[in-house]
């Protein structure tokens, strides 16, 4: 079955503690992209990734990392967690760029983190 | 002013009534996209748009480029499509896609 994983589900965290997102998908997309959903801002991008080892930042990159070392997966990293990343996660992932240069088609969106930091 | 603009930010319909979700945006894009959030939470694409009108099953999505202007229309609406819609606009030049805040609709039996 196509589809988009994210582990974990659920998290609740401390202040500070490393963490990391894992988001992973088996539809051989080249595009991939993590987002975050806040109540009253919706949905905003964090970064997102055209190709292996090609990843830029998206509207609120501030305290987080991510990689793109293969292409199946793209972890998102908190490095030290803060209250103020207590969100909804979504990780997606499109097939490549158009072929005549446009945006791919369709997104899938993976079924959502909910991270709580204390 | 966000880039993106969605109205209204709720609506409530009867079961059968047509629906029509607003998205206006500042900037110029590439292609704007419609998506379906589930009450569960999961997000579902319906459509991308870079110009002209698509159609799926009860589902039509129009842009009209020069007004930078897209609509969502239902037709003969039903409660499984409660849900919120949102819209999402790639800009031009980059990779970025900007979110409106979504349209909550709640359709009665």
């Known amino acids: 079955e196509a589809q988009v994983t994210q582990n974990p ?12 997102v894992t988001c992973s998908q088996n539809m051989n997309h080249e595009y991939m992209s993590w987002y975050r959903q ?3 801002l919706g949905l905003r991008q964090i970064y997102y990734s055209m190709n292996v080892e090609v990843t830029d930042k998206g509207d609120v990159p501030e305290g987080y990392k991510v990689s793109r070392k ?25 097939l490549e760029w158009g072929l005549a240069g446009g945006p791919p088609d369709t997104q899938y969106f993976g079924p959502g983190t909910r991270l709580t930091v204390l | 002013k966000n880039e ?10 009867q079961e ?9 945006y500042s900037v110029g894009i590439s292609a704007l996209h419609w998506l379906q959030q589930h009450p569960g939470g999961g997000i579902v694409s319906l459509f991308m748009l870079s110009s002209g009108k698509k159609k799926h099953g009860r589902l039509i999505a129009t842009i009209n480029i020069q007004e930078k202007h897209s609509s ?7 409660p499984r499509d409660s849900a919120v819609y949102i ?8 990779e970025k896609l900007t979110f409106g805040t979504g349209t909550r609709l709640t359709i009665i039996p």
Not at chain 1, 9 to 20: E, S
Not at chain 2, 16 to 24: A, D, L
Not at chain 2, 87 to 94: E, K, V
């Open chain 2, 4 to 13: 993106v603009e969605q109205s209204p930010q709720n609506l409530t319909a």
């Open chain 2, 87 to 94: 819209c999402a606009a790639h800009s031009f030049g980059n």
């Open chain 1, 9 to 20: 589900r659920y998290l609740i965290t401390v202040t500070g503690k490393k963490l990391t």
């Open chain 1, 38 to 40: 806040d109540p009253g």
């Open chain 2, 72 to 78: 969502l229309h239902i037709t003969a609406s039903h």
């Open chain 1, 70 to 94: 293969e292409k199946r997966n793209f972890p998102l990293i908190l490095e030290s967690p803060s209250p103020n990343q207590t969100s909804l996660y979504f990780c997606a992932s499109s």
């Open chain 2, 16 to 24: 059968g009534e047509f629906i029509t979700i607003n998205c206006s």
